[in-house]
């Protein structure tokens, strides 16, 4: 686990750790959490990171797909 600032507020960042479901296709699932006391900012971050542009860049063949408040989790 680590923690990440904005605005001031921590975000904590929870893995990557496997999916639950782990392959798909042949393709391997990874997921990471992240958890903050106020939901908004995390979705601040979240558009700043997969904005456009992007500023997290995946490796060749990797995609990156958000889920807010999956239930797979429960």
């Known amino acids: 686990s680590s923690e990440v600032r904005h605005a001031n507020e921590p975000i904590d960042v929870l893995g990557p750790a496997p999916a639950v ?39 060749n063949g990797s995609r990156v797909a958000v889920d807010v408040d999956p239930l797979a989790l429960l």
Do not use: N, T, W
């Open 21 to 59: 479901v782990e392959r798909i296709d042949d393709r391997v699932r990874r997921r990471i959490l992240l958890r903050a006391e106020k939901p908004r900012r995390m979705q601040a971050v979240i558009a700043a990171v997969l904005g456009h542009p992007p500023r997290l860049k995946a490796p």
